[in-house]
């Protein structure tokens, strides 16, 4: 997983920017979460979560301090989610971003008001380069996310962008709580709201802005942005000035001046005397009671990267600074970041090696102020392990990723990217911490003291934090299959329950494209990123089980990948090399003649000897198995931007074909005579996906689906009589971002679709009375 998540999201964000335009900001947005897991919208349907459970990347989780069980946990990329102890699973808060605004599904901080719990706030972005088109905003809520307003920025924020893990960059005045802070990245310094977030100013007192970058060299701005101010503590215990907290200290990614101190409410700062140098502070946390600031060190930014740090407390009131780490810098290879006290225990601080790759995370545990500590592992006589722990996966299974590491690791493993981890200020007992790929919990957390094992298991459900890349929802079989990032992908069994395993023989860590033959069901074919090895695999029972094909020379990259109808012929157009064909199942390959590298590679659903390509506005067709391929004169179609396009199941040389770029040609077109000539569907203004479904009683057509603007309105579209009127079936509450990579209608119950986003999993809907219904 080390890595991934920057490849794919900054390959996704690419993507999306070449269909997007900045959307007219709102100054409010509809209601976008719910404590039941149904939602109800347009057109009487339904929508869930296909359960995966995580599957990304939580960098903060966030305790209310004065009620009990309530918890917010943000995303880089998926939005922001609630607990509910009820249910203990995770509602999402952000579903009601829209399409012109899908950057603001990438959180970079949260704060949860402890004077008045039902307000929330979320400032939200995702990139601060020219990947996302928009400015960031700091979105407000006074019902516990159920509802938002959103104060606009005049700069952009990054969710997704290295340093991410850092924080709480967005606080609260526990005095006065109509004042808040806002660390803001790219060298725009520390912002201040007094008016409850409505409104923001930036605090032109506040000295340093940051000057850290992880890479100044990076011409594309991700990894050159200054990462800036990094988090933002009150000491409530030296009282108020004007009703304000009198002190509050502010980290910055500067490794030479890491942390500020304002003693007159915000209105002077100063650099704190005899801090430590050569470490970016990832986090400052305070225990008021017994006047500690403890700070969290790595010498990188996060959360991939880092091979040093340290951990240090300073005494708020005498001024003295003392090294309180875990480990040795000579033992240390890893940077800290996840920190985190005890309320009910002052004294009691942990903190995580987050960057800790090999062979596992660490996570540290003290229970005199940080005099002396416990990991929550070590080597007994290596290179086997003493764990203080248990795991019980349980209930996400394929968290052990099918694995078989020869020790010192072990599956699952403890996590990575450790940069969350929150002891409920409630419950001593009760621990939080999120990692790459999920978010896991205890209850039973004193057991580390007492020395017996306490138990950790997956606290995610209802956080669904996927992108996805691919659907496909053959006749027969699983319902549904995925292609996904990160994680590769699943064959869901069933919808309501979570896989037992990733894609595994190989297993790619994004599957790129994938597909089954229409009349042979039981054989697919998916493709994807691997490091070494084969980037191409095939089952022969429905995605059960898989076996490697091997490469032509030349591939990077998955690309796209189409079987036969028959399941007898495959064509692949890998990244790094051109299209080509193979008959027995990758066995060997012929470069197909006639089709430029790079184009997009589907099949007729009928005719297993026809396939077709697409590129840069030209359509190509195959009738000989892939070997050849020829260009047709069909015009119109859009020369720019990404394109999708489907084959109607039974129906030879039926063709559907959604794209093209936002000021330019973009739409929706439909072909009968296999591509020979297209014709452009009225009323549909922008078209990114094509999917089709089981028909409507009574129709003779298949049903269409499509993420599209269809008379104005962006939306997910449905339609019953072959495009002659579109009918959106979902609402503003409902929109998820960013849904432009794969749409597919359930053959088997007519209204369903599975829809992907780029964060929040894969979405499906049902019609009122459709569910279960095949």
């Not at 609630?82 to 899908?102: F, K």
């Not at 901080?109 to 020219?130: C, I, Q, R």
């Not at 699952?412 to 450790?418: A, E, F, I, Q």
């Not at 990114?688 to 269409?704: E, M, R, V, Y």
Request: aromatic residues 10%; glycine residues 14%; proline residues 6%.
């Amino acid at each position: 997983m080390k890595g991934r998540r920057t490849r794919r999201t900054r390959d996704r964000a690419l993507l999306g920017v070449l269909c997007l335009l900045p959307g007219l900001l709102l100054a409010t947005a509809p209601p976008s979460g719910a404590d039941d897991a149904e939602r109800t919208a347009a057109a009487g349907y339904t929508w869930k979560n296909v359960r995966v459970d995580g599957g990304g990347f939580v960098p903060g989780i966030v305790f209310n301090r004065s009620e009990k069980n309530l918890a917010y946990a943000r995303t880089d990329i998926g939005g922001a989610y609630r607990w509910q102890e009820r249910t203990r699973s995770w509602t999402p808060l952000l579903d009601s971003v829209g399409w012109d605004d899908w950057g603001h599904t990438g959180v970079v901080s949260l704060a949860s008001d402890a004077v008045e719990p039902d307000k929330v706030y979320a400032a939200v972005g995702t990139y601060t380069n020219d990947w996302d088109p928009g400015k960031g905003a700091v979105m407000r809520s006074a019902d516990r996310g159920r509802t938002w307003k959103r104060a606009d920025l005049p700069f952009k924020l990054g969710g997704n962008m290295p340093g991410r893990g850092m924080g709480e960059r967005l606080a609260v005045d526990p005095h006065d709580n109509r004042v808040l802070y806002l660390g803001a990245p790219s060298g725009n310094g520390l912002w201040r709201s007094t008016d409850s977030g409505a409104t923001w100013s930036k605090v032109t007192a506040f000295p340093n802005p940051g000057n850290y970058q992880q890479d100044p060299a990076d011409t594309s701005g991700y990894a050159s942005d200054n990462q800036g101010i990094a988090w933002v503590t009150f000491d409530e215990s030296t009282g108020v000035s004007k009703g304000r907290t009198k002190t509050v200290y502010v980290g910055v990614a500067d490794k030479d001046n890491a942390v500020y101190r304002s003693t007159d409410s915000g209105a002077t700062w100063s650099r704190v005397a005899g801090q430590p140098t050569g470490y970016l502070a990832h986090k400052g946390v305070l225990d008021a009671e017994n006047g500690y600031l403890y700070l969290a060190y790595s010498d990188k930014g996060g959360p991939y990267d880092g091979g040093k740090g340290q951990v240090w407390r300073y005494a708020t009131r005498t001024g003295t600074w003392k090294n309180i780490s875990p480990a040795t810098d000579a033992d240390t290879y890893y940077g800290y970041s996840g920190l985190t006290l005890d309320r009910q225990r002052p004294g009691t601080v942990m903190v995580t090696g987050y960057s800790s790759w090999y062979p596992d995370t660490q996570i540290f545990r003290s229970t005199d102020s940080g005099a002396s500590w416990t990991g929550a592992w070590n080597y007994d006589a290596y290179p086997q392990r003493a764990n203080r722990y248990t795991m019980d996966v349980s209930s996400v299974p394929w968290l052990s990723w099918g694995a078989s590491p020869t020790p010192p690791e072990q599956t699952p493993k403890l996590g990575w990217m450790t940069e969350a981890l929150e002891i409920d200020p409630f419950d001593s007992n009760r621990m939080m911490y999120g990692t790459g790929a999920t978010v896991y919990g205890t209850r039973n957390l004193q057991q580390w003291d007492s020395g017996g094992k306490f138990t950790i298991t997956p606290t995610v459900k209802g956080l669904e934090e996927t992108a996805v890349n691919d659907l496909a929802a053959p006749a027969s079989g699983a319902p549904l299959l995925s292609a996904l990032g990160d994680i590769g992908g699943f064959r869901h069994t069933d919808v309501t329950k979570v896989p037992p395993l990733m894609y595994t023989g190989p297993n790619f860590t994004t599957t790129t494209s994938l597909d089954h033959a229409e009349s042979d069901p039981a054989t697919v074919v998916r493709v994807g990123q691997l490091d070494s090895g084969p980037r191409i695999a095939f089952s022969q029972d429905n995605g059960a089980n898989w076996s490697p094909g091997k490469e032509p020379s030349g591939v990077s990259g998955g690309g796209t990948v189409a079987a036969s109808a028959d399941g007898s012929r495959f064509v692949w157009s890998p990244d790094g090399t051109g299209v080509h064909t193979s008959g027995d199942r990758g066995a060997t390959w012929t470069a197909a003649d006639g089709i430029p590298q790079g184009a997009v590679v589907e099949s007729d659903r009928t005719d297993p000897k026809t396939f077709y390509g697409f590129k840069s506005g030209t359509f190509y067709v195959s009738t000989d198995g892939g070997a050849t391929f020829t260009a047709k004169a069909s015009g119109g179609l859009p020369a720019e931007g990404p394109v999708r396009f489907k084959a109607v199941p039974g129906a030879a040389g039926d063709i559907w074909l959604a794209g093209g770029k936002a000021g330019g040609t973009y739409g929706l077109w439909h072909s009968t005579d296999s591509g020979a000539h297209f014709t452009r569907v009225d009323g549909v203004e922008e078209a990114d996906t094509i999917g089709f479904g089981k028909a409507a009683p009574g129709s003779a057509h298949q049903t269409l689906y499509t993420s599209a603007k269809i008379d104005g309105v962006r939306g997910i579209h449905r339609s019953t009589d072959g495009g002659e009127s579109w009918l959106r079936i979902n609402d503003d509450a409902h929109q998820w971002g960013w849904t432009g990579a794969a749409i597919t209608g359930d053959p088997r119950i007519y209204g369903r679709v599975y829809v992907s986003t780029n964060g929040r999993g894969i979405v499906y809907g049902d019609t009122a009375g459709s569910a279960g219904r095949g």
